[in-house]
DNA sequence: CACCGTTAGCCAAACGTTTGGCAACTGGGT
DNA sequence: ACCCAGTTGCCAAACGTTTGGCTAACGGTG
């Protein structure tokens, strides 16, 4: 079935400030002032609502590119992500929009796959877009220079991810604290043998939640067994290979700290691969606490992670910022979930 | 911490056509001319490299907005989803980016969270922003005189859920053979007791599985259970409670076909609430194919859906109709993933 | 050397707004 | 009837581009 016509791709009447001037028989400049709430001078009230009646019977739209020209923004906020097809980016997406609606104001979403050369590219053209300031979800140890010098032409605000040493404002969660809780809670398990199957310390999140782990067995007197292979993408599929790696080591551990959920849900399948069984012969704990992570089985024990409260919280730092007000870095606590794939290490 | 000055909102200096103009000692309407490499006119090669090297010099970035508000196109295409949180149009949105990078556009995400009145306010916004072509991922059953309204002035593409009877171009997938998949599967398996874990009927994916589904019982003569409650939200939490509503009819079945995963992983969890065994006792069959449906135990039975590539069809659409191209609608067949929650029945 | 066709570059208008400068009108106080 | 303040509306410039019309220069031909 065809659809669409061939010839004629849409053509827009588009009703002007003109137009509804035109109709309502006033100055266009009165059109303007009468539909801004905000107006300098004064409109009748008569005046005023016949304008706005007009405009509602003509079905005028102001249009914001002419607007954004003039005012210099465009109440456009570009939203830099590592990759819009991850679950985990979702919900903070979601907050950041939720949150800019209150100025009217609306994200545009571009994707880095996590590759600093993408970065500059994909940031580059949102400024060519004229947004109004940017959201760096996707920021890696490596782009901290970068993005402070766009900073100085917009607001650049931090969302999850944290740059080591930057001025640049930041929403996010303390990963240090959830990896020592992490840590915690297998020591308490009585566990001794204990790995990291860690992702990029390029991504500060990681680095972070890392460190606070390691930081908190060291400070037991644990000596943690070393780092397998970095798994280069948080899936599950990598998580089953750096697993396997991790096996195929001299001193297998009894617990595994998996940097996030998804490649903890990858490290189970491997160990079910093996005949290993999760929580009786190793205990995983994951990170993020993924919409599923609960309907697993056994439900996994992990960190919680509010990423639309982040989004929220870092879209109310734009507009703060656009607005010329100072913002504090806002950090999250986490909190860990206990569920079934952790236990206590028979004696 | 207190960080960003709370003085100056960062301006931006900008550098604009004039500026390279003056910086190179030609006039604007070269620099103009020299950088656009479709340029109807032709400017002398030692004149453009040398312009181009000032442009670069000066890091002259076009200033996007002006060009759209002469050219009348902005580069933005609206993508309309129903929930920009939800795992599942991630990758339909991640495909329409992708596929619009080939014409340097971008897309601009709004949310309607599944309203038809949000529906028309979000739509609204989006124009106003001039919005080149719109993707709408969240259509109703109601919205369709809307949707065919705004069509009037700029394409519109539907992605993922159709419209009945409507003239819009729609890329997606054969639910109805979808239905008709599982249906099958769950029949050659011995299957007699069969019913439907349903979503809302407005939404036109869901409708169109019902129908392949119910069609295939009907036809081998099958009576099939009446549908419960339909679920409000495609959440493992509504699954759960409707689950539990069908177990309480006198009638049980063995088969479940839950319209989505989510709802799916819901049951599962509702039937391990009451000690019912999946797929020893009943069988249940999902749809989509999420990312974790394999790593799930036992592992889901589903039918597999592309969002990347119905997300990239949809954003080719777009820029056929853009360039004034008729488009064929694309409705890429289901394909079943039989996995570990159906079983033959014991006979 | 005059003429002509071709080509490179300049000028200015236009896209739809916002906004400061002005002018005109209104009405109240005398 | 007159003045002044206060209100209302008109005009035009500006935001950064693109693009059609125009001119100046160039090189070749008669």
């Known amino acids: 079935m065809s659809k669409g016509n061939g010839t004629s791709p849409s053509k827009r009447p588009s009703v002007t400030l003109h137009d509804v001037a035109e109709a309502a028989g006033v100055h266009p400049s009165t059109v303007s002032r009468a539909l ?26 102001p249009h914001l590119l002419a607007r954004g020209l003039k005012g210099g923004r465009s109440g456009a906020v570009g939203v830099v992500v590592a990759d819009i097809g991850n679950v ?3 919900p903070i997406i979601r907050g950041i929009a939720l949150s800019l609606e209150d100025s009217s104001m609306m994200p545009t979403v571009a994707e880095t796959q996590d590759d600093s050369a993408r970065l500059k590219v994909v ?57 020592r809780l992490i ?20 991504v500060g999140t990681l680095a972070e939640r890392a460190e606070g782990f390691s930081e908190t067995l060291r400070d037991a007197g644990i000596e943690e067994l070393p780092i397998a292979t970095h798994a280069e993408t948080l899936t599950p599929a990598e ?34 691969a093996r005949g290993i069984r999760v929580p009786e012969d190793i205990s995983i704990v994951g990170y ?60």
């Open 36 to 61: 801004d709430p905000a107006s300098s001078r004064p409109v009748r009230e008569a005046t005023r609502v016949m304008i706005e009646e007009t405009a509602r019977k003509l079905g005028y739209r």
């Open 88 to 90: 985990f980016f979702a």
């Open 123 to 179: 940031v580059d053209h949102l400024m060519s877009r004229q947004v109004d300031a940017l959201v760096v979800l996707a920021a890696r140890h490596g782009d901290r220079e970068f993005l402070e010098s766009v900073a100085e032409e917009v607001p650049v605000v931090l969302a999850d991810r944290p740059l080591k040493g930057t001025t640049l404002p930041r929403a996010g969660q303390d990963n240090r604290a959830g990896g």
């Open 183 to 202: 840590a915690e809670h297998l020591l308490a398990l009585g566990h001794r043998d204990i790995a990291q199957l860690a992702g990029s310390f390029d």
């Open 239 to 272: 998580g089953t290979r750096v697993m396997h790696e991790l096996l195929s080591r001299a001193r297998v551990p009894t617990a595994v700290f998996a940097h996030n959920d998804l490649l903890a849900v990858g490290a189970i399948a491997a160990l079910r």
């Open 288 to 347: 993020d606490d993924m919409p599923l992570a609960g309907y697993l089985s056994p439900p996994l024990t992990t960190v919680a992670f509010q990423g639309l409260e982040i989004g929220r919280l870092a879209g109310d730092m734009v507009q703060a910022q656009l607005r010329g007000e100072a913002t504090e870095d806002v950090v999250l606590p986490p909190r860990l979930m206990v569920r079934g794939t952790t236990r206590r290490l028979p004696v």
